[in-house]
């Protein structure tokens, strides 16, 4: 299996547009992950900022379903597919791999907490071997910050050395760079590390990471890919302070909703900003200052918003 | 609607037989609730000792007609119902208020934290209007040690004001009895509270409560109910001294492995000690150890394991 067909550079956890109703709206986010990969970012869909685990399984295989009849290349898909019940995860998994996504980004399962490293890997042992593909390609996905339950670099070694050719990245949105640089030194083989956000994107970059996969690109993807194409070129820390900036920005708002609320703006579709509970929508106060903060930096989405 | 279709004594969070393919198994399942019922212990399936989030929904409502064409009586049971997807809450709540189900025991969406009180509350008002059936009976479900995501005193209130005839109880598993305490004082009406472990039964019975519904529940069913049954009289202190005791030697365990060893070990059906990921089973010298204290203090499983 060559390692080309690993995933690297930027990629958005896609937010998952709504209807009045609550239900998805597949016609707008295909539209939204056209969009994205005109800026060659990548779609890792059904993630936390996707509001992900708010959506059911047939809701997540229905979505996957029109945006591969819509034409979106499913190599650029990379699916939240860890789920807190091993069926989920095996049939979302299973699902996502045999329509050929590039891969999956795959959470621990979530509900218990203080579970032991061999519960986890006995689950992801299992999810792998029910899936039985040679296609599959995990990302593990790290966020103790939301999930509790997080993957130690301990557990990543291990599972990378049963299954080497599918357990081949991590995103890392631990926030703590030290574990960040203790999964890029582990490796003495093409496995790729992801930052969760993108004020570790240069960082990241020098110490030998993949890139990143970032909320902030759902708005701002081509600032970020400018980042990751020319971290070695003499403007990278003049880029990486201008992503901080907005990221800084952005992050005096909850961050679901201040993605949508921006979208909703700048398409002016305003069901963008519908957001599922037990997530609230920006307040009008909220919404407003965002938006003027955002028009004083001469911010804009071009191409997806003329 | 008569109050008298609200529960009240103890339920079990009925632990979940598991085949060696780790797929459900109704049969065993269907056993254990029988001899449950046989002890004047509800049916609070699918609850955490369950391992309710490791199943499907589609496992789940399997499981709930299993046990319903076996002639358990819906109105024993109180599944759990709280999903981190608002569709699949919906699915599940409305199918178990379909099929007659007592009540629903309902956590919140447990995936993104420190969400609001708003939120949460949109979350279980949208449940309620979606399933919009006059028989719908809600238990909220707060256990912040495990879900992190809790329900507060103030959340409850605002709930049972705006749903008095669904919103009608809760278990409170945060081991904080304060709060158990200020759950029973806000009553001015016929809300249910039910204490999260046994170890809390006795003040939960003199300041008002309902019950318990408790893990140990499973396999320790007549000694709970009886001082349930008991609590005014002048054997009580010593009762609850004794499952204090008896509580206290099983926590020494992790808590589902451990309740799975004792019904493996006392039906003498080995399965019945699988777990699904990311739970293990049992150490070997942990089951030793486990069964010799049990055998020490002349436990047995009467009408269960003969």
Redesign the interface.
């Known amino acids: 299996m060559s390692t080309a067909t690993r995933f690297s550079g930027i990629l958005a956890p896609v937010v998952t547009p709504f209807r009045r109703d609550?239900s998805p709206d597949p016609e707008r986010l295909i539209d939204h992950c056209r969009w994205l990969l005109t800026k060659k970012t990548g779609l890792a869909v059904f993630g936390?900022n996707s509001e992900g685990?708010?959506?059911?399984?047939d809701?997540k295989l229905a979505l996957l379903d029109s945006l591969v009849d819509a034409g979106i290349e499913p190599g650029r898909l990379m699916p939240g597919t860890g789920c807190?019940?091993?069926?989920?995860t095996v049939?979302l998994t299973r699902y996502a791999t045999e329509l050929g996504c590039g891969g999956v980004l795959m959470l621990?399962?979530?509900?218990?907490?203080n579970?032991?490293d061999?519960?986890?890997f006995?689950?992801y042992?299992?999810v792998i071997q029910r899936v039985g593909s040679n296609s599959l390609r995990i990302y593990i996905y790290h966020i103790p910050?939301?999930?509790?339950?997080g993957v130690s670099v301990d557990l990543v070694e291990r599972l990378v050395r049963h299954y080497p050719r599918t357990v081949v990245g991590i995103k890392d949105s631990s926030g703590d760079w030290s574990n960040t640089q203790a999964l890029i030194g582990r490796k003495s083989d093409d496995f790729r590390v992801f930052a969760g956000s993108e004020m570790f994107l240069l960082q990241t970059m020098r110490a030998g990471g993949a890139g990143c996969i970032s909320a902030a690109a759902n708005i701002n993807p081509a600032a970020i890919h400018q980042l990751y194409a020319g971290w070695q070129g003499a403007t990278a820390d003049s880029l990486q302070q201008g992503l901080n900036e907005f990221r800084l920005l952005l992050q005096r708002y909850p961050m679901i909703p201040a993605l949508k609320a921006v979208i909703a703006r700048y398409t002016r579709e305003t069901e963008w900003g519908i957001v599922?509970?037990?997530?609230?929508e920006l307040a009008g106060d909220q919404y407003q200052t965002l938006i003027e903060m955002l028009e004083k930096r001469g911010f804009s989405m071009p191409g997806r918003c003329d």
Chains 1, 2 share one sequence.
Do not use: H, I, N, W
């Open positions: 609550l936390t685990t708010a959506l059911s399984v809701e807190c019940a091993l069926t989920d049939t621990p399962p979530f509900y218990y907490k579970v032991s061999e519960g986890l006995a689950s042992s299992e910050p939301v999930a509790q339950v599922r509970p037990p997530l609230v």
